[in-house]
T-cell receptor
Framework: KAGVTQTPRYLIKTRGQQVTLSCSPI?????VSWYQQTPGQGLQFLFE???????NKGNFPGRFSGRQFSNSRSEMNVSTLELGDSALYLC????????????????FGQGTRLTVV | GIQVEQSPPDLILQEGANSTLRCNFS?????LQWFHQNPWGQLINLFY???GTKQNGRLSATTVATERYSLLYISSSQTTDSGVYFC????????????FGAGTTVTVRA
């Protein structure tokens, strides 16, 4: 079974540009969430989607947005990039329910390393 | 929001030694996971353990949900165990996000 796939793996962008990152969850997983990891702030939650609906959003400016498609694939977009947006962006998927029982175990992709210059 | 504290922040071990990593959390949880972050940044699942005890080879974990802590045990450590270990929790009721601790950096020396 394929794991969580994130593309691209590496990106270099210039300040002011925008960027779109993609995440394909494990087959059958309908919940996709995004996290930002920086040396200063650690791992921080960005947002979570389930069946194309955003159910929770972290404390990030409106420049950070996301969406989920009907096949559960998700994208996140960062507009007007700032130097401080340089980070590892991680996507996770989870099943949420297994045989009628809640199962919230999350599985992470390899991440997209974004550098803003 | 829920607070997650990991200790110690850094751990240096001699190969073959045993160690215990601790994770304290401030509220009831419906998910607790331990991860090992590899050098390329990917978070590798070690345990999904909102309560109880699990073992996987040289690793084992225990979560005492009523006392709001979890422990990760590494026995007979190997150099490949080096890296950062994270504890992450999702609080009750579902808030659909994981809150991470700051991590424990483990260095195993040959």
């Amino acid at each position: 079974k394929a794991g969580v796939t994130q593309t691209p793996r590496y990106l270099i962008k210039t300040r002011g540009q925008q960027v779109t990152l993609s995440c394909s969850p494990i087959s059958g997983h309908r919940s996709v969430s995004w996290y930002q990891q920086t040396p200063g702030q650690g791992l921080q939650f960005l947002f979570e989607y389930f069946s194309e609906t955003q159910r929770n959003k972290g404390n990030f400016p409106g420049r950070f947005s996301g969406r989920q498609f009907s096949n559960s694939r998700s994208e996140m977009n960062v507009s007007t990039l700032e130097l401080g947006d340089s980070a590892l962006y991680l996507c996770a998927s989870s099943l949420r329910v297994v045989r009628g029982q809640p199962n919230t175990e999350a599985f992470f992709g390899q991440g997209t390393r974004l550098t803003v210059v | 929001g829920i607070q997650v504290e990991q200790s110690p922040p850094d751990l240096i071990l001699q190969e073959g030694a045993n160690s215990t990593l601790r994770c304290n959390f401030s509220d009831s949880v419906n998910n607790l996971q331990w991860f090992h972050q590899n050098p390329w940044g990917q978070l590798i699942n070690l345990f999904y353990i909102p309560s109880g005890t699990k073992q996987n080879g040289r690793l084992s974990a225990t979560t005492v949900a009523t006392e709001r802590y979890s422990l990760l045990y590494i026995s007979s450590s190997q150099t490949t165990d080096s890296g950062v270990y994270f504890c992450a929790v999702e609080s009750r009721p579902n808030d659909y996000k994981l809150s991470f601790g700051a991590g424990t950096t483990v260095t195993v020396r040959a």
